[in-house]
């Protein structure tokens, strides 16, 4: 079982900077890809970015070119540093991993972090 503790969120004015950050521990033998999900009130869970363990990335339309995803595999961490913020940023971040065992794919989740982009 791996545990994802994520750090980094907080309030922030439109056009601001933040940095989330998680760690992975536990059982991170297998991990492949490793990314941020965010689910804004009312909304559905949605993809941010994730970056698979060769560095290969993937992103949103609505944050590429002001988000950019980054992991260390020596630390089993993966940060995500978020530019030019905008109130429809404002979401719960969540961490997940993807670990892999064959034959068996497993999903872990973090608890969450707030950004809040607001004046």
Known sequence: QVQLVESGGGL????????????????IVGITTMGWYRQ????????????TNDGNTNYADSVKGRFTISRDNAKNTVDL?????????TAVYYCNVVRFRWPTTYDSWGQGTQVTVSA
């Open 12 to 27: 922030v004015q439109p056009g601001g900077s933040l940095r989330l950050s998680c760690a992975a521990s536990g059982t």
């Open 81 to 89: 540093q978020m530019s030019s913020l905008k109130p429809e940023d």
């Open 40 to 51: 804004a009130p009312g909304k559905q869970l949605e993809l941010v970015a994730r970056i």
